[in-house]
């Protein structure tokens, strides 16, 4: 296989960026930029999120048995680029978003236009990421989207020319 058209052909996927959030037993607060996350079905709700193996996140998210995608508007790659690097908890912020705790007890960020919490239903081993497989348990829209929901969603593509996940 010719490396650099793998590579090529792989960033031709569009991906959104969410915030994946989780919070253990001790307290402890994950909180990461993903952009493999799809719908995987109507009924029940389902949604899968790719999450890599060796992360602070996917250790407390098999701990916790819950998270939440915070879905990130346009306007807000700073956000997103906070959310690269691991952060502390301080209070009930990360990386200076505040939060509150969900139903499920994950972090949900109290900036997003939207999120949505859920149950660890089936956990895909596979490569250097993990498939979390996730029951939509509670939704939330914040501000409501004018048009197209997908079109406030904050896209790879909107951080710049240089930034790609995988290939």
Known sequence: MDQEQKKIALRMIPYG?????????????AAATVNWVTQASFEPPLVAVGVKKDSQTHE????AGYFALNILG???ESIAYTF????Q???NS???????SG?????????????????????????DHSLFIGEVLNAGVRNQPEGRADEITLTLKDLGEGVFYGG
Do not use: H, M, W
Request: aromatic share 6%.
């Open 84 to 87: 690269f690097k691991s952060l």
């Open 74 to 76: 346009r306007g807000q």
């Open 94 to 100: 990360i990386g200076g978003q505040s939060f509150a």
């Open 17 to 29: 960026l969410y915030i994946l959030t989780g919070e253990d037993k001790s307290g402890r607060v």
């Open 103 to 127: 139903q499920t007890g994950a972090p949900l960020l109290e900036s997003t236009p939207a999120f949505l919490e859920c149950r660890l239903v089936e956990t895909l081993q596979g490569g």
């Open 60 to 63: 407390i998210i098999k701990e």
């Open 89 to 91: 908890r301080e209070g």
